[in-house]
């Protein structure tokens, strides 16, 4: 759209003038018109947002269970999601966590203080950096990609050749790091401008690029006899890798058309005395260590998983199951909320401040508390219908059932990190996320050797360790808050908690009858009959949990109706008396 400003609205671009200010709308009035209309943007945005997100999700999902089918749950599968790991970390503790969080802290303020301009260069005076930095620390990670892999998967010694795999495969995918990383910044500047959908979906194109050529790779590199009963070996391998490698390049790529919406254009500028540059650093470096939690604590997993062997794969295949109402609902708002109360710190508006984070914490509770009650309840059929094909066996469906039971316990936690976590650097106070996330780490580490050393509770007791820390860091953070913005009382918090856990209950007795009873059924011999059968309760699931929650007048699953009715084009709800 030349010479206009895209802002998403619904899910779709809305054109405006092309003016400098015109990607930030104007500031709401203090009171009751502000609370009313923030929150109703916000849950507009995360809609967006969570559409875009879903999207990603799936095809995320798609991906894992194309690459558990080729390879199934053992050596190979291990090597690649030990090897991807690595640079997996990187990308979620600074990529997409710690330097994201700080460049859109940074950069909506400036936007909203010195202009577009300023905003812009700062942009550019990052880029050039990044690019130097992590050029220099993908040759290094390559050069020690031996001593990378002892440290994390010192197991992989007790099988043949599986150590010296990873290692081979750590090396082609550590570039990966370099180019999530610039499109974390590209992100950044997006979400900033009010463009959300496009970037919340750039992963989607990663996602579809590397299953794509990753697969086309894999039959090149190691042709089969007969195609669809392949047996594949390390070379396909090695083509999934550089499937993953091309997915991360297109997840930078996709968003780049998008700059000339907001009027920016990226040029060389290297200022290592930007003064804005310095404030990003001092909000990146403890930001990395405090959303370090969930991710270390992953690494350290894998670590114990590593001799156990198939072991993390279970555990990866239910931890992306996990992500998906994380992305979908957690990072979506998180995503919509940070450069909203960054403006309001701006602006010092700290009443607004409140009503944003308090209303975010309910969104991301309102959706993550059934979903981590449906997962539970549904573990073995879902993980049976997505991953149980190919040389994914019925006991790989098991072992990853019980563990994504114990993840779906911290699932709340997670989400609630997302949103809690980024608020602290908007109100310059790193250093409370920081600590937090360092007892974290600490804790997992010792609850890993009382549950997997002490209790022999294998890779099970790896997910419940992460999933317990997650909620007490959740909780930390929660109590941290700084009280001129603590987002309500007991009272509040008690009401709200005792109806969504009713209404959560509903949706979990409901989903597991219908599973249950679907258990029994000849449709299951059919060949799409599991899938209808696993549909139908989640479905049964969801109904419940939204029927039980409006006769509970949880505020929240009105704005979700009001959402689905704009996404399909419906006639919006009204209140009884209120003008359409």
């Not at 914490?361 to 309840?377: E, N, W």
């Not at 049976?384 to 779906?408: K, N, P």
Request: proline fraction near 6%; hydrophobic fraction near 55%; aromatic fraction near 10%.
């Amino acid at each position: 759209m030349p010479g206009t400003t895209g802002l998403l609205h619904g899910g779709f671009f809305v054109s405006a003038p092309n003016d400098p200010q015109a990607a930030l709308p104007p500031p709401l009035p203090p009171g009751p018109t502000e609370s009313t209309e923030g929150n109703a943007a916000t849950h507009r945005a995360a809609g967006v947002v969570s559409l875009a997100v879903m999207g990603s999700r799936i095809f995320g999902l798609i991906r894992e269970l194309v690459f558990a089918a080729l390879f199934g749950a053992g050596k190979l599968l291990d090597a690649y999601l030990a090897a991807f790991q690595i640079p997996n970390l990187l990308r979620d503790l600074f990529a997409e966590g710690a330097l994201s969080t700080a460049f859109t802290t940074v950069f909506a303020k400036t936007w909203e203080e010195q202009g577009k301009a300023k905003a812009f260069s700062l942009a550019n005076h990052l880029l050039a950096i990044l690019l130097l930095l992590l050029s220099a620390l993908c040759l290094a990670g390559i050069l020690l990609a031996p001593l990378l892999v002892e440290l994390t998967s010192f197991g992989f010694h007790a099988i043949p050749g599986k150590f010296e795999l990873t290692v081979r495969l750590t090396r082609v995918l550590f570039p990966f790091i370099l180019f999530v990383a610039l499109a974390a910044v590209a992100m950044g500047i997006l979400n900033a401008g009010r463009i959300f959908g496009l970037p919340a979906s750039a992963s989607t194109a990663f996602n579809i690029v590397s299953v794509v050529l990753g697969v086309l790779f894999a039959y090149a590199l190691e042709p089969q006899r007969d195609p669809f009963h392949p047996s594949f070996g390390e070379a396909a391998v090695f083509g999934v890798c550089f499937g993953v490698l091309l997915g991360g390049l297109a997840q930078l790529l996709i968003q780049l058309p998008a700059f000339r919406w907001i009027g920016y254009h990226w040029r060389w500028e290297l200022d290592l005395s930007d003064p804005k540059l310095r404030e990003i650093w001092r909000l990146m470096i403890p930001s990395m260590i405090a959303g370090a939690a969930v991710q270390v604590n992953v690494l350290i997993n894998g670590m114990f998983a590593s001799e156990i062997n198939g072991g993390r794969s279970w555990l990866n295949c239910a931890f992306r199951l996990m992500q998906f109402p994380i992305g979908v609902f957690g990072v979506a708002i998180a995503t919509v909320t940070l450069p909203t109360v960054s403006r309001q710190h701006a602006r010092a508006d700290l009443d607004s401040f409140r009503r944003t984070l308090r209303h975010s914490l309910r969104l991301g509770l309102f959706y993550t508390v059934p979903a981590a009650v449906g997962l539970a309840v549904l573990s073995e059929p879902l993980i049976r219908l997505i991953y149980q094909h190919g040389r994914f066996s019925s006991w790989d469906t098991h072992q990853t059932a019980m563990a994504l039971e114990a993840y779906t316990l911290g699932l709340a936690g997670y989400a609630g990190i997302k949103i809690l976590a980024p608020c602290f650097y908007a109100l310059d106070s790193p250093s409370i996320p920081l600590r937090v996330s360092l007892f974290g780490i600490a804790l997992n580490l010792l609850l890993n050797f009382f549950l997997v050393k002490g209790l022999s509770f294998g890779h099970v007791g790896l997910a419940l360790t992460t999933s317990f820390v997650a909620l007490l860091n959740c909780a930390q953070l929660f109590l941290s808050l700084d009280q001129r913005v603590f987002p309500g009382g007991v009272r509040h918090w008690l009401s709200f908690l005792w109806r969504l856990a009713l209404a959560s209950a509903a949706c979990g007795i409901t989903a597991g009858s219908v599973a249950q009873a679907a258990g029994r059924s000849p449709l299951l011999s059919l060949p799409l009959g599991g899938a209808v059968l696993v549909a139908a309760a989640v479905a049964s699931g969801a109904l419940a949990f939204f029927l039980s929650a409006q006769a509970l007048r949880l505020d929240e699953c009105r704005e979700a109706l009001d959402l689905l009715c704009r996404v399909l084009r419906l006639p919006k709800r009204t209140r009884r008396g209120a003008t359409p």
